[in-house]
């Protein structure tokens, strides 16, 4: 088999076993990659929009155009709310805003870490370990208006775009709630409406001041689902509106005058925190503590995702209820998912990793990234994203703006070569992709006998003209793709000119 060029095209999407010997000819870890067409490319690169940081983790954006075209930003915090379309975050927060989660703690003699306080002997603080879902905000669009609830709050807020400098007002007759959802029919949803945890209440259409349920003459109403815990969202979705609870998925679809929505039980499910439920293109993904879900309006259905368990043995189960999150990128059919992992502990868990998928190609992907909030491209030509550092960025924003080498690769299981497990000599290999063979190098790990430690063969360069010298020997053979300048970059068939050894 001396001077054979041997074609190997790895599958798009990480394929994540037990070791990188299993799956072979799949990828194994990814980092800041996609692929596009079956070709292997960097994600592109963000640029940093904000001169100073906000003062508290961002975990909210919204951009829409107002009717004049104007760009607009809306970035809830933790306990804060921002509004920018001239380069200016300005501060909206109502001075009352109640931010505090103390009345969702649990407090007790069966809480917190075993041993850590005297039996018999009532906590002394209580436990947040144990809330379900902490404090989260929901922003609606009203024409160029916007309307929002922060969950602890509970008070519909309206801000109206044409009176920018004063335009944060109460919305005194919506009763609280948890979440907000305008309809495309321009109905105003309100969850756990009044303050039954079941409860799903609608404005009159076209006016959110109107909530007269007993009114003849408008078309405001309420519905009380059947679920074991509180509504926690709503979404629109190809089918109707899709309501989530911490247990249940309801679909209230538009059905008229007399009843304005009907209601259906989709399936039980468990949401681990509103903020990972996204909609795209008419579908619905979530993360639930059983797998990703998506609903696509016929079914609940689970995702098969090979890097499962793999994301769930990294994450920070402290704070997966608070942080996680998804986010659309609008660019391509990509939903991100943000976590913290366990090599994170800064404040209880920084987020520092994700996974997404592309959900019409099927594949996924893995990698770091410090992003707690985000917001897909459609008003600006770009998704925004917020980071760890508070700070704002646009992404896939070509190639400037970025510090240093972002630390770009994708690493495969053992090639399928069809050696035969005998030892097998690499002298050269010819990447095929069209563009960007400068950005790009070679690594090599191979064994050289059954179960046998790795050995690391390069970094090697790629030729201008595409071709890679290489002197790599080995039985079972991966191979890295590394970035070495932030740069556009293709990778697609790769050829191998490979020879047999004589074995040991």
Not at 93 to 118: K, Q
Not at 294 to 310: E, H, K, N, Q, S
Not at 439 to 454: K, S, V
């Amino acid at each position: 088999m001396a001077n054979d060029f041997l074609p190997v095209q790895i599958p798009p999407g990480v394929v994540r076993g037990a070791t990188p010997i299993d799956a072979r000819g799949r990828w194994w870890d990814t980092n800041l990659v996609r692929w596009r067409n079956g070709n292997l490319e960097p994600v592109g690169g963000w640029e940093r929009v904000t001169s100073t940081p906000f003062a508290n983790r961002v975990r909210k954006v919204d951009v829409w155009r107002a009717n004049n075209g104007v760009r607009l930003v809306m970035v809830a915090t933790d306990g804060q709310l921002f509004v920018e379309s001239t380069g200016t975050y300005e501060d909206f927060t109502p001075g009352d805003l109640a931010t505090s989660e103390a009345e969702g703690a649990l407090s007790g003699y069966g809480i917190g870490p075993y041993n850590d306080d005297d039996y018999g002997t009532e906590r002394e603080t209580p436990s947040f370990s144990v809330q379900v879902i902490p404090s989260y905000w929901t922003i609606a669009g009203w024409g160029e208006d916007r309307l929002a609830v922060l969950s602890t709050d509970k008070r519909l807020w309206h801000f109206d775009t044409s009176a920018f400098s004063n335009n944060l007002t109460e919305v005194e007759d919506a009763p609280e709630a948890a979440a907000v959802h305008v309809t495309p029919e321009r109905h105003v949803f309100l969850l756990q409406a009044g303050g039954n945890k079941r409860r799903i209440a609608w404005s009159s259409r076209e006016d959110f001041n109107d909530w007269n349920f007993a009114s003849t003459t408008n078309t405001a109403g309420y519905l009380d689902l059947e679920t074991s815990t509180g509504l926690l969202k709503a979404v629109d979705s190809r089918s109707g509106a899709l309501i989530f609870s911490s247990s249940d998925v309801f679909l209230m679809p538009y059905v008229g005058l007399p009843y304005v929505y009907g209601r259906q039980w989709l399936g039980a499910t468990r949401v681990t925190n509103p903020d990972t439920i996204v909609a795209d293109n008419g579908n619905v993904f979530w993360w639930a503590s059983d797998g990703f879900k998506m609903f696509d309006g016929g079914a609940i259905r689970t995702l098969d995702c090979p890097v499962w368990d793999y994301v769930m043995s990294r994450i920070d189960p402290d704070s997966t209820a608070r942080y996680l999150h998804g986010t659309n990128i609008g660019l391509y059919p990509e939903v991100w998912w943000f976590y913290a992992s366990k090599e994170s502990t800064v404040n209880g868990g920084l987020i520092d990793s994700y996974v997404m998928v592309n959900y019409v190609e099927g594949w996924w992907a893995i990698g770091k990234l410090a992003r707690t909030a985000g917001a897909p491209a459609g008003a600006d030509v770009v998704p925004y994203m917020a980071g760890e550092d508070r700070h704002l960025y646009l992404h896939e924003k070509g190639w400037i703006g970025t510090a240093g080498i972002r630390p770009v690769y994708a690493e495969s299981n053992a090639l399928a070569l069809g050696s035969g497990g005998r030892f097998l000599n690499l002298r050269q290999a010819l990447v095929g992709s069209g563009y960007g063979y400068e950005a790009t190098q070679l690594r090599f790990y191979a064994d050289m006998t059954p179960e046998g430690a790795e050995r690391e063969f390069g970094p090697y360069q790629t030729r201008p003209d595409g071709y890679t010298d290489l002197r790599v020997g080995g039985r079972d053979i991966r191979i890295r793709v590394e970035a070495t300048k932030d740069n556009d970059w293709s990778l697609g068939t790769m050829r191998f000119d490979a020879g047999m050894g004589e074995g040991r």
